[in-house]
């Protein structure tokens, strides 16, 4: 079984992926970093192909990345919004969400360019899109981690103790 890591941009996923693959020495996967090593730049797949077509790439990822057993996976802040990622994601492991305050998630990304569904009024954009999800990160979570007002360190041994006490990473794969 796996260990996914979901929630808004900016709420740690990827940095707690790094952590938790140092804890269990097990390998991690960032789906977004996998999509770029295929495709290129994501603001520029978003720029000249569309955000359909970044979710195909999302999707394909996520399928290639879940078939493999043991490990975490951190998941771009959208992949949750696709029922079919829902689906092989749970099927693959239990889903951790990162819960944080959008006020948090402002102050992390005040000036970042890198993320094409915030850029302009990136404050209402994040307002607007934390309004649609919240709801479907709570719905999918097996687990909600709230990070507000913690380091990284202590945002990695909460979810530690989760994957400790539910034996997530030990046990074989969900069918
Ligand atoms: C997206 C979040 C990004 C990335 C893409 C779309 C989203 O990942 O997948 O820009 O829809 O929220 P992070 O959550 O890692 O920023």
Known sequence: MNVILAGMPASGKSTAAK??????SVPYFDTDAEIELRHGNIAKIFETLGEEKFRQFETEVIEEVCKKNGV???????S???DK????LKN?????YLKTQTQTLYSR???DKSRPLLSGDT???LLNLYEKRAAQYEGCADFTVSTDGLSADEVANKIKEI????????SGTKE
């Open 72 to 78: 975490i996976i951190s998941v771009g802040g959208g």
């Open 163 to 170: 994957i400790i006490q539910n034996d997530i990473l030990n």
């Open 123 to 125: 404050k209402q954009n």
């Open 19 to 24: 952590n938790l693959s140092n804890i269990f």
């Open 85 to 88: 990622n829902v689906k092989i």
């Open 92 to 96: 693959s492991g239990k889903i951790i």
């Open 109 to 111: 990304l005040a000036g």
């Open 80 to 82: 949750l919004t696709v």
